[in-house]
């Protein structure tokens, strides 16, 4: 952990310079990446736990089988509506303005909105129950035990998108850390509630009982972290506010509509391969995609602080701002470039030893070529990190909803497509069509933000033009 932390924190330090330096050690935005960076690294070493274990006690079908009603549960997250994060983003402006009573109406109205959509969720869920379970071809013990887990589900599905609220509230109130702080340490506890109850026998009972003990202590830690910071009253009616509600969902909305796609796509791999690949396919592209992913996200954490500092710069258009800017985005490409190209060939060669290690009795040998190809298509989409915090920086929302809608449609249309022609599919095909959406998806990105900087730099020579003129019109 300590080394991936080291090397991203340099990072940051050598992209943004002095500037860079004094925003962070000036500010609780310091502690605030700093913890993304650390907590991004505890993750990626708890998956590389928790993997082996549910494996060895559960083997590769039954655990198929909670990775397809997790899909499920990946699903039921379309009824967020945004809500988590349009919370931070207004949490965080009404505690600016020192107004706490509107922090505690937006956190009542937003939870009091997820507990109609989620309960509307819930309904689908058991009315389409035998549906869900004939989609996914269920047979025999492994029907009987999705038909009783599927109900389970989707009443976890609602609690998590309040424990959801809560945390996003402390981020709003400046308290990043402990937010990702509570994410990682709910992790954490579900392994441990999970191994004595795998021990005993429990089977998938035990990631059940587990996972929803996890939320348990994340939404009771993050509630009382939250009366710490500001006198806080959850369950009271008058705090919901008809002028909330309508912030939260125009908020909410625009934020959220890429995220649709974006939920919807991972949860359809599955659902393809559970259909012609089988069931056993299923963990074997979890681990795939979210150890490769895992990694993207690590130096994604790292490369944050380009959007406030974009924003910063960009309040001002100037020439001095463009080349700003400019030299900013060059310097992280490069330091992808630089360093991304060497870590993701060493992960690229070592694969298949690190695997075997990893996984020890459980590796397969599907595991390797599936892992590298998404390996690749991760480290395609790592190049448009800079771009992707840019666009956000100058508020350029329609290209950053588009990049996830690109991506997933063009995923889900080559899957069904290769599948209705060969009427088959396999995990490489699979992985395959994860590499062509990125390639899609992040030269659509990138293009768009050339495009952008070329406007900036057109408006720059106006503006000089402009003042160069008038300067010369008033020395007359």
Known sequence: MFPWCVFFVQILLVLDGQSMIKKLISSQLRINMASSIVTRSVNVIVLAVAYPIYLHYLGYETYGLWLALGAVLGMAQISNLGMAHAVTKLVAEEQG??????????????????????????????????????????????????????????????????????????????????????????????????????????????????????????HLVSLFLIRRIVP???????????????????????????????????????????????????????????????????INAAFRALMPEVSRITSEISTAAINRIRSLMRRAQQLILFCGVPL?????????????????????????????????????????????????????????????????????????????CFHKLSLIVAAGCLVVSCTASSSYLIWNYRSTMDKYAEATLSIDTLGTVKTAVLNR
Not at 240 to 250: A, G
Request: charged content about 10%; aromatic content about 12%.
């Open 97 to 218: 303005k020192g107004n706490r009573q509107a922090v505690q109406q937006y956190v009542t109205t937003a939870i009091s909105i997820l507990c109609v959509t989620g309960g509307i969720t819930f309904a689908i869920i058991l009315v389409f129950k035998s549906q869900i379970i004939s989609a996914f071809r269920f047979t025999g013990e492994t029907s009987r035990l999705a038909a009783w887990l599927l109900p389970y589900i989707g009443v976890l599905s609602i609690y998590v998108l309040m424990v959801q609220v809560l945390t996003a509230t402390l981020a709003g109130l400046g308290r990043m850390d402990l937010s990702n702080y509570i994410e990682t340490g709910g992790r954490i506890v579900l392994v441990l509630a999970a191994v004595p109850l795998l021990y005993s026998g429990q089977g998938l009972k035990s990631l059940l009982f587990a996972t929803a003990f996890s939320h348990l202590v994340k």
């Open 232 to 298: 806080f009253r959850l369950i009271k009616l008058s705090n919901i506010s008809k002028r909330c509600f309508k912030k939260l969902l125009h908020i909410g909305m625009g934020l959220f509509g890429g995220s649709i796609i974006r939920m919807v796509g991972i949860p359809f791999n599955k659902f393809m391969l559970a259909r012609y690949a089988g069931m056993n396919s299923l963990p074997v592209f979890d681990i795939a995609y979210r150890g490769s992913f895992q990694i993207h996200g690590v």
């Open 344 to 420: 993701y060939t060493a992960l690229l060669f070592f694969t298949t030893p690190l695997l075997k290690i990893w996984l020890g009795k459980s590796f397969v040998d599907t595991i390797p070529l599936t892992f590298r190809i998404i390996l690749i298509a991760s480290f395609i989409n790592l190049l448009l990190v800079p771009a992707y915090h840019f666009l956000i920086g100058i508020g350029k929302i329609k290209p950053v909803f588009m990049f996830p809608c690109i991506m997933w449609l063009s995923d889900i249309a080559l899957l069904l497509i290769f599948s209705l």
